[in-house]
T-cell receptor
Framework: AQKVTQAQTEISVVEKEDVTLDCVYE???????LFWYKQPPSGELVFLIR??????QNEISGRYSWNFQKSTSSFNFTITASQVVDSAVYFC????????????FGEGTQLTVNP | DTAVSQTPKYLVTQMGNDKSIKCEQN?????MYWYKQDSKKFLKIMFS???????INETVPNRFSPKSPDKAHLNLHINSLELGDSAVYFC??????????FGQGTRLTVV
């Protein structure tokens, strides 16, 4: 069974601080996909990144970076020089190849960036 | 152009009523979903359709019935609404092995 754990329920930082959101997953599949989504206060779910299990290369996109480590079953998300507009709930999600289309979400981390 | 659109955005209704939420995607995806987000923000899958066929049916009350007239549409009908049905309902679509794209959500309030 697939499972995603985001142990940090809430994080509060001051603008310009770096912050890392943790994500740990469980799966028995060798082929799977990991995702991060952002849900700002306006409520929509915004896709940020997808990683497949065969691609452990870290990714950087502007102030965002992702660290995928199969050895620890983690897919952590770092925001560098955080801004107030980064305040949102961030969700990590997992899709196993054998589970068909099922996308399982973690419980989310509420990030608040204070000015 | 909106990729996944669902209507209405807000729905306030009385207990016992029947209501529907509509969803349409113009991405050409084969798979569509309904997710429920509760007051603690937890997102849980309810249903998934692939090419109009039901492939995931989580443990939800029989009062919830999805309908997919074609692969671009997935509607959700809810009978005999209860207070506990109050939540945000998200429609989504995805291609094979790709990310899911979500609609803007429907905030359902049962009073």
């Amino acid at each position: 069974a697939q499972k995603v754990t985001q142990a940090q329920t809430e994080i509060s930082v001051v603008e310009k601080e770096d912050v890392t959101l943790d994500c740990v997953y469980e799966t028995r599949d060798t082929t799977y996909y990991l995702f991060w989504y952002k849900q700002p206060p306006s409520g929509e779910l915004v896709f940020l990144i997808r990683r497949n299990s065969f691609d452990e290369q870290n990714e950087i996109s502007g102030r965002y970076s992702w660290n995928f480590q199969k050895s620890t079953s983690s897919f952590n998300f770092t925001i560098t020089a955080s801004q107030v507009v980064d305040s949102a709930v961030y969700f990590c999600a997992l899709k196993e190849e054998t589970s068909g289309s099922r996308l399982t979400f973690g419980e989310g981390t509420q990030l608040t960036v204070n000015p | 152009d909106t990729a996944v659109s669902q209507t209405p955005k807000y729905l306030v209704t009385q207990m016992g009523n029947d209501k529907s939420i509509k969803c349409e995607q113009n991405l050409g995806h084969d798979t569509m979903y309904w997710y429920k987000q509760d007051s603690k923000k937890f997102l849980k899958i309810m249903f998934s359709y692939n090419n109009k066929e039901l492939i995931i049916n989580e443990t939800v009350p029989n009062r919830f019935s999805p309908k997919s007239p074609d692969k671009a549409h997935l509607n959700l009908h809810i009978n005999s609404l209860e207070l506990g049905d109050s939540a945000v309902y998200f429609c989504a679509s995805s291609g094979a092995s790709t990310e899911a794209f979500f609609g803007q959500g429907t905030r359902l309030t049962v009073v």
